[in-house]
């Protein structure tokens, strides 16, 4: 894989890794939306120096000693999380003075160490502020804060009380409940409308490393993208994509970006495409515990996306009689167009936000009255399909 190097979720190989914000979460109070915010109609269209991202942005900067007291000197119990970049740890601030307050006080927050021997660092560290300082949308993470002192690189965030998408679908908790149907088409609308703000005329932005890691969930399960570190301009001018090394996480990354390290917001799109499938069969991008033909998620399914019978047969177990069998196959065939190999036959991320909203108003975001009305009812299995748990 020229160009670039990828994570393989599969393996413990850590190669320019990307992690979500954090994995974990625990119980807490989400941040108001108070904190000033620049509209993203003030987007710069040309790339900026560090000294002009740092000063232009409405960020709070912190000491170090200030994120150490609101993260109790970083003590081990308030880790919410790991990734390439580091740890987050759960800290509390005030929220008008945003000054450190004591554990349970004020409001919530995440904060984001770099791990100085880790993979990512400073680029990553800036890309971040930059983006996060200028973008504002209720599907995007809001970033606070930064501190950068002497080679201390850390950010924070506001707390996302649910944490990641990820959890929910694949950790085994017994505070990570299985996402019902609806909530799943919720979260998938909400990241649909991040990534669409993204790419659209204001913003101008290829997210380049959709996954489920890193869409957090706050107390009412409203989607926030989080972790900008890979995210790239748009092409401008007449140009049709951007030219860059290839990173981003293996199984999510677009087929024509791996071969050429062109991107496009279709590469998002063909991401967004995967988590879909993901979402839909509560099974991982890429999942080596698989038996051999199931091991990569995307060649699995694919060929079962067109056929109602076959979708079924491919559902998480999880989701019971929760769906109507005409939503189901609506969403199955928007993955299937998501993930096609020619870019141009892909949707738009507009045209996904608007093919989730028409399911969830429409009748076909009911139950099936035929299943519900039989509660005897079993999903069909494939010979050698199995749950999520079994893989694990």
Known sequence: MSGGTMNDPGTKETCRCRRGLYDDSRKGNVLSSSSSRVSASSVPPTARSEGEILTSSN?????????????????????????????????????????????????????????????????????????LSQLSHPNLVKLIGYCLEDEQR??????????????????????????????????????????????????????????TSNVLLDSNYNAKLSDFGLAKDGPTGDKSHVSTRVMGTYGYAAPEYLATGHLTAKSDVYSFGVVLLEMLTGRRAIDKNRPTGEYKLVEWAKPHLTSKRKIISILDSKLGAQYSLEGAQ???????????????HRPTMDQVVVALEQLQHGKDAERNPKTEQNSSYQRPTMPRWRSWEDGE
């Open 59 to 131: 960020l709070k900067s912190f000491t170090f000693n200030e994120l150490r007291t609101a993260t109790r000197n970083f003590r081990p119990d308030s880790v919410l999380g790991e990734g390439g970049f580091g740890s987050v740890f759960k800290g509390w601030i005030d929220e008008h003075t945003l000054a450190a307050t004591k554990p349970g006080t004020g409001i919530t927050i995440a904060v984001k160490k770099l791990n100085q021997e880790g993979f990512q660092g400073h680029k990553e560290w800036l890309a971040e502020v930059n983006y």
């Open 154 to 211: 850390l950010l924070v965030y506001e707390f996302m009380s649910r944490g990641s998408l990820e959890n929910h679908l694949f950790r085994r908790s017994s505070y990570y409940q299985p996402l019902s149907w609806n909530l799943r088409m919720k979260v998938a609308l909400g990241a649909a409308k991040g990534l669409a703000f993204l790419h659209s005329s204001k913003a101008k932005v290829i997210y380049r490393d959709f996954k």
């Open 330 to 344: 609506k969403i199955a065939n928007l993955a299937e167009r998501c993930l096609s190999m020619e870019t141009k």
